[in-house]
């Protein structure tokens, strides 16, 4: 089993739409969690931290529930900009793990 | 400079040969790692450096892989004997690494290596 799971997708959606992405990790002692953007042949980029209270940055809210080790990511009203691989992070004793992404492409 | 350098931008070698890639992070920050991104997949852990010192080396593949950090600064990634598994773009990153805040990874732009 993977350290951090990831539904590949790919996911096609609208423009407006409302989509979710999930992540599963596999070491309960993880401490800390992280969203990256991925844009195609682009270095990864940090998105967002995730909390175990949620947070929200415009139109992105995320969201760790330690307790199930999962990981989620919502996006709403789509942009065509947001078409991008979005990427789980696990960080435990200073090492980040990366899921594989969930490839995300927005239409008009 | 402002970010983290990565070099060569582009590596063409023939199986066989050895190569090494370099890594500058961006000043002060304490951790480095690095990752391996094959053509459509993930990032693949390698090694991560604390200062100089290499806590966790678990992800190198093979022992014709090598890294060391000098100074708290540059980082060189060594392929020995490449073989054309090895064909991937090899990602840098760096962070302050200590502190709520200080954890995000700031990437180089890759050195894409092609193993003929």
Redesign the interface.
């Known amino acids: 089993r993977k350290e951090v799971e990831q539904d590949p997708g790919p996911f096609n959606v609208p423009e407006g739409a409302t989509v979710a992405f999930n992540c599963t990790y596999s070491n309960s002692a993880s401490q800390?969690f992280?969203w990256?953007r991925q844009d195609c042949r682009?270095?990864?980029?940090?998105l967002m931290?995730v909390y175990s209270s949620g947070n929200e940055d415009g139109r992105f809210t995320a969201q760790l529930n330690r307790a199930s080790q999962y990981i989620s990511l919502l996006i709403r009203d789509s942009k065509l900009s947001d078409s991008a691989t979005y990427?789980c992070?696990v960080?435990y004793?200073?090492?980040?793990?990366?899921?594989?992404?969930t490839t995300l492409t927005v239409k008009p | 400079g402002a970010g983290v350098s990565q070099s060569p931008s582009n590596k063409v070698t023939e199986k066989g040969k050895d190569v090494e890639l370099r890594c500058d992070p961006i000043s002060g920050h304490t951790a480095l790692y690095w990752y391996r991104q094959r053509l459509g997949q993930g990032l693949e852990f390698l090694i991560y450096f604390q200062g100089n010192s290499a806590p966790d080396k678990s992800g190198l593949p093979s022992d014709r892989f090598s890294a060391e950090r000098t100074g708290e600064s540059v980082s060189t990634l060594t392929i020995q004997r490449t073989q054309q598994e090895d064909s991937a773009v090899y990602l840098c990153a760096s962070s302050l690494e200590q502190g709520a805040g200080n954890e995000k990874l700031f990437f180089g732009s890759g050195t894409q290596l092609s193993v003929l």
Not at chain 1, 42 to 46: A, I, N, Q, R, S
Not at chain 1, 93 to 101: L, R
């Open positions: 800390s992280f990256y682009k270095e990864p980029k940090l931290s990427l992070v960080k004793a200073g090492k980040s793990t990366f899921g594989d992404g």
